[in-house]
C-alpha cells in the first residue's frame, strides 16, 4: 500500500532501487518532513552530489543511506559510537529528542557533547552534529518496520510484474466487500490492459477468480466474484458453486431453481445477481428476470419441500416440467440506461457499459477532461468534467455555510468534488444520485493527488442537446427504421439534426435527412445505438 501512490511510483521511477535497501530508506523518507531530503537521497546515489557524514567515524553508521540519517537506529548508533552512550542511553536520548522537552534535551546536549569531547571530536563540531542528530530523530523511522514494509512490497512487486492477472484477482478478493477499493482495482486493470469479465452463474467463483479465454489468441482475465455483488452473502454464493462444480452448469432458470432450491438465493439475493447480469448467459433479459422473481423464488421452495418429503413432482418432475411451472413475464428489457442503474446499485459500479459511454464523442468535442487525467500540474485551472452523481454528502461549516461532498463516476473511475453553499443553493436537484452533470472545477493541489470544488454545475443533456447540431445513424436493417421513427417521436423536440445512411446495394450508400429535429440526450443516444438493426450512430 505504501507504493502505490502516484508520487511514490514517482519517486521510484527518479531513483532506479536496485537492492532492498533503497527500498527500505524511500518508504522511511517518503513521509513529512524526511521527504525534504529525498532530492539529496537519489543525487548521492546517483553520484551527482557527494555524501556528507559529518565525522569520518559516522561513515560506517550513514553509509549505505548516503548521508542521509533515516532511521532511529542510526541515531542510537550515532550517539554510541561518537559519544560513548550505552545502547539503553541511546535509546533514552531518542525518545528525548522525540518528546522535545527542553531541560531534558539540555541535559542530552550536554552529555552528548562531553562524550564526544573525550573521543577526541572538537567541541564545536559536536555541538553541530547533535543539532544535525536532533533534527533528523523528531522525525526518525524505525527501521526493522520500514524493512518489513520493504520485503513486502518487494515481494509483491514481483508477483504483479510475473503473475498480474492472478495477482489482481486475489487482490481484490482481499477487498471483496470495499466497493471504493474495487472501483481503484478495476482502475489498475484498465491500466495493465487485463480484461475484468462479468458476474456470471455458470462461470464466476464466490471469490474473484482468473480465467483462461482464447479468442484468436490465448489470454487470462479476471472473472468478477459472486460474493463481490451486494447482498447476495458469501455462504449462499458458496453453495451455488459448489452445486455447479458437482452437477454441472445451469441449463436455465428452471433448472437453477430447482437445483438449489431456497438454500440457493432468497428474492433478494436472486434479484441483486439479476441486476449484476449475473443470469446474462442464461437470459440476457434482465427486467423480465427480475420481475419473475416471486416465481423463480415459488419454484425453487417447491422443489426443495418435495425434496424434503420424498415425493415427486406432480407434473413428473422433469426439466420440460419445470420449465412450465415457472411464468415470467412477456417484457422488453429495461432501457440502457435504467439497464446501468440498476446494475451500479447491485455491484456499486459499472460493469457492462458506463452511462457516458453514450456521450463519448460530444464530450471529446467539448475538451471534457476525464477525472483520472487531472493532476496536481493542472492547480489553478478550471477544466470542465463530466459524471454521473453517485451520493451527496452535507455538512454545514463552522461560519454555519452548507456545503456537499459529491461522488461522481466518469468512464476513468469514480471522482469527489467539493461544491460549496452558494453553487449547492441552486444546483441541490442535480445533485441527486444518478443524475448526469457537466461540472466547471476549481483545481487545487493536495499532496500528491488533487482536491476539486465546483465552480459551476449544469445539466450533461442540456449542455449537448444545444452543443449538437447533426447524428448520422448508419442502418444495416430496415427493421430499424421503424424503431428510429418510434425514438424520434418519443424524443424531445431540439437542435440536432438527424439523419440515416442506407446501403443500396453495389457498395453504395444514400442518406436520408428526416425533418424532424431532436434533443441530443444521453437517453435517445443510447436508445438508438441499442437497436436491432442500427449498425453505427455517427456525429460528424
Given at each position: 500500500?505504501?507504493?502505490?501512490?502516484?508520487?511514490?511510483?514517482?519517486?521510484?521511477?527518479?531513483?532506479?532501487?536496485?537492492?532492498?535497501?533503497?527500498?527500505?530508506?524511500?518508504?522511511?523518507?517518503?513521509?513529512?518532513?524526511?521527504?525534504?531530503?529525498?532530492?539529496?537521497?537519489?543525487?548521492?546515489?546517483?553520484?551527482?552530489?557527494?555524501?556528507?557524514?559529518?565525522?569520518?567515524?559516522?561513515?560506517?553508521?550513514?553509509?549505505?543511506?548516503?548521508?542521509v540519517m533515516i532511521?532511529?537506529?542510526?541515531?542510537?548508533?550515532?550517539?554510541?559510537?561518537?559519544?560513548?552512550?550505552?545502547?539503553?542511553?541511546?535509546?533514552?536520548?531518542?525518545?528525548?529528542?522525540?518528546?522535545?522537552?527542553?531541560?531534558?534535551?539540555?541535559?542530552?546536549?550536554?552529555?552528548?557533547?562531553?562524550?564526544?569531547?573525550?573521543?577526541?571530536?572538537?567541541?564545536?563540531?559536536?555541538?553541530?552534529?547533535?543539532?544535525?542528530?536532533?533534527?533528523?530523530?523528531?522525525?526518525?523511522?524505525?527501521?526493522?518496520?520500514?524493512?518489513?514494509?520493504?520485503?513486502?512490497?518487494?515481494?509483491?512487486?514481483?508477483?504483479?510484474?510475473?503473475?498480474?492477472?492472478?495477482?489482481?484477482?486475489?487482490?481484490?478478493?482481499?477487498?471483496?466487500?470495499?466497493?471504493?477499493?474495487?472501483?481503484?482495482?478495476?482502475?489498475?486493470?484498465?491500466?495493465?490492459?487485463?480484461?475484468?469479465?462479468?458476474?456470471?452463474?455458470?462461470?464466476?467463483?464466490?471469490?474473484?477468480?482468473?480465467?483462461?479465454?482464447?479468442?484468436?489468441?490465448?489470454?487470462?482475465?479476471?472473472?468478477?466474484?459472486?460474493?463481490?455483488?451486494?447482498?447476495?452473502?458469501?455462504?449462499?454464493?458458496?453453495?451455488?458453486?459448489?452445486?455447479?462444480?458437482?452437477?454441472?452448469?445451469?441449463?436455465?432458470?428452471?433448472?437453477?431453481?430447482?437445483?438449489?432450491?431456497?438454500?440457493?438465493?432468497?428474492?433478494?439475493?436472486?434479484?441483486?445477481?439479476?441486476?449484476?447480469?449475473?443470469?446474462?448467459?442464461?437470459?440476457?433479459?434482465?427486467?423480465?428476470?427480475?420481475?419473475?422473481?416471486?416465481?423463480?423464488?415459488?419454484?425453487?421452495?417447491?422443489?426443495?419441500?418435495?425434496?424434503?418429503?420424498g415425493q415427486g413432482?406432480?407434473?413428473?418432475?422433469?426439466?420440460?416440467?419445470?420449465?412450465?411451472?415457472?411464468?415470467?413475464?412477456?417484457?422488453?428489457?429495461?432501457?440502457?440506461?435504467?439497464?446501468?442503474?440498476?446494475?451500479?446499485?447491485?455491484?456499486?459500479?459499472?460493469?457492462?457499459?458506463?452511462?457516458?459511454?453514450?456521450?463519448?464523442?460530444?464530450?471529446?468535442?467539448?475538451?471534457?477532461?476525464?477525472?483520472?487525467?487531472?493532476?496536481?500540474?493542472?492547480?489553478?485551472?478550471?477544466?470542465?468534467?463530466?459524471?454521473?452523481?453517485?451520493?451527496?454528502?452535507?455538512?454545514?461549516?463552522?461560519?454555519?455555510?452548507?456545503?456537499?461532498?459529491?461522488?461522481?463516476?466518469?468512464?476513468?473511475?469514480?471522482?469527489?468534488?467539493?461544491?460549496?453553499?452558494?453553487?449547492?443553493?441552486?444546483s441541490r436537484e442535480?445533485?441527486?444520485?444518478?443524475?448526469?452533470?457537466?461540472?466547471?472545477?476549481?483545481?487545487?493541489?493536495?499532496?500528491?493527488?488533487?482536491?476539486?470544488?465546483?465552480?459551476?454545475?449544469?445539466?450533461?443533456?442540456?449542455?449537448?442537446?444545444?452543443?449538437?447540431?447533426?447524428?448520422?445513424?448508419?442502418?444495416?436493417?430496415?427493421?430499424?427504421?421503424?424503431?428510429?421513427?418510434?425514438?424520434?417521436?418519443?424524443?424531445?423536440?431540439?437542435?440536432?439534426?438527424?439523419?440515416?445512411?442506407?446501403?443500396?446495394?453495389?457498395?453504395?450508400?444514400?442518406?436520408?435527412?428526416?425533418?424532424?429535429?431532436?434533443?441530443?440526450?444521453?437517453?435517445?443516444?443510447?436508445?438508438?445505438?441499442?437497436?436491432?438493426?442500427?449498425?453505427?450512430?455517427?456525429?460528424?
Amino acid at each position: 500500500f505504501q507504493m502505490e501512490g502516484q508520487g511514490m511510483r514517482d519517486t521510484l521511477r527518479q531513483l532506479r532501487p536496485n537492492s532492498i535497501e533503497d527500498v527500505t530508506a524511500v518508504g522511511a523518507l517518503y513521509r513529512p518532513g524526511p521527504m525534504d531530503n529525498i532530492p539529496r537521497y537519489i543525487a548521492c546515489k546517483h553520484g551527482e552530489e557527494e555524501p556528507d557524514y559529518l565525522h569520518p567515524d559516522l561513515q560506517p553508521i550513514l553509509e549505505e543511506t548516503f548521508g542521509v540519517m533515516i532511521y532511529q537506529e542510526q541515531v542510537m548508533q550515532i550517539a554510541q559510537v561518537l559519544s560513548g552512550y550505552s545502547l539503553g542511553g541511546a535509546d533514552l536520548l531518542r525518545r528525548a529528542m522525540g518528546k522535545k522537552i527542553k531541560a531534558e534535551m539540555d541535559a542530552q546536549r550536554e552529555n552528548f557533547v562531553e562524550g564526544a569531547v573525550e573521543r577526541g571530536v572538537d567541541k564545536a563540531q559536536a555541538a553541530r552534529i547533535f543539532e544535525q542528530v536532533d533534527k533528523f530523530a523528531g522525525y526518525g523511522f524505525n527501521k526493522s518496520h520500514a524493512a518489513a514494509y520493504a520485503l513486502v512490497a518487494y515481494q509483491t512487486a514481483y508477483l504483479k510484474a510475473n503473475y498480474p492477472v492472478e495477482f489482481m484477482a486475489a487482490s481484490m478478493t482481499l477487498d471483496l466487500g470495499n466497493t471504493d477499493k474495487l472501483t481503484v482495482f478495476r482502475q489498475e486493470l484498465d491500466r495493465l490492459g487485463i480484461t475484468l469479465l462479468p458476474p456470471d452463474i455458470n462461470r464466476s467463483g464466490v471469490t474473484f477468480t482468473v480465467e483462461k479465454i482464447v479468442n484468436g489468441e490465448e489470454h487470462l482475465c479476471v472473472r468478477y466474484a459472486l460474493a463481490a455483488i451486494k447482498n447476495v452473502g458469501r455462504q449462499a454464493m458458496a453453495d451455488v458453486v459448489r452445486e455447479r462444480e458437482h452437477n454441472g452448469t445451469f441449463a436455465d432458470l428452471a433448472d437453477f431453481a430447482t437445483r438449489l432450491g431456497s438454500s440457493g438465493a432468497n428474492k433478494r439475493q436472486f434479484e441483486n445477481l439479476v441486476r449484476a447480469g449475473a443470469f446474462d448467459s442464461i437470459d440476457p433479459n434482465r427486467k423480465r428476470l427480475y420481475e419473475g422473481a416471486e416465481s423463480v423464488m415459488r419454484l425453487a421452495n417447491a422443489s426443495a419441500q418435495e425434496r424434503d418429503s420424498g415425493q415427486g413432482s406432480l407434473f413428473g418432475g422433469g426439466a420440460e416440467d419445470d420449465a412450465a411451472r415457472l411464468r415470467l413475464p412477456d417484457t422488453l428489457d429495461w432501457p440502457v440506461m435504467d439497464r446501468l442503474t440498476h446494475e451500479f446499485e447491485a455491484v456499486g459500479s459499472y460493469l457492462s457499459a458506463h452511462p457516458l459511454d453514450a456521450y463519448s464523442g460530444q464530450l471529446r468535442r467539448l475538451r471534457v477532461t476525464p477525472a483520472n487525467e487531472i493532476t496536481p500540474r493542472m492547480a489553478g485551472t478550471a477544466p470542465n468534467v463530466a459524471g454521473v452523481v453517485i451520493s451527496r454528502q452535507e455538512r454545514t461549516s463552522a461560519k454555519g455555510n452548507r456545503f456537499a461532498f459529491v461522488q461522481l463516476s466518469d468512464m476513468s473511475g469514480v471522482y469527489e468534488i467539493v461544491v460549496f453553499s452558494e453553487i449547492l443553493a441552486t444546483s441541490r436537484e442535480l445533485l441527486e444520485a444518478g443524475q448526469r452533470v457537466l461540472i466547471t472545477a476549481d483545481v487545487r493541489a493536495d499532496g500528491e493527488g488533487v482536491r476539486m470544488s465546483a465552480a459551476g454545475i449544469r445539466a450533461l443533456d442540456e449542455v449537448l442537446a444545444n452543443a449538437s447540431t447533426e447524428l448520422k445513424i448508419v442502418v444495416a436493417d430496415p427493421i430499424a427504421i421503424d424503431g428510429v421513427r418510434q425514438a424520434l417521436e418519443a424524443g424531445d423536440p431540439g437542435n440536432c439534426k438527424v439523419a440515416l445512411i442506407l446501403d443500396v446495394g453495389d457498395h453504395q450508400e444514400v442518406e436520408v435527412r428526416l425533418p424532424r429535429k431532436v434533443a441530443l440526450t444521453g437517453n435517445f443516444r443510447a436508445a438508438v445505438e441499442h437497436m436491432p438493426g442500427v449498425a453505427a450512430v455517427l456525429d460528424p
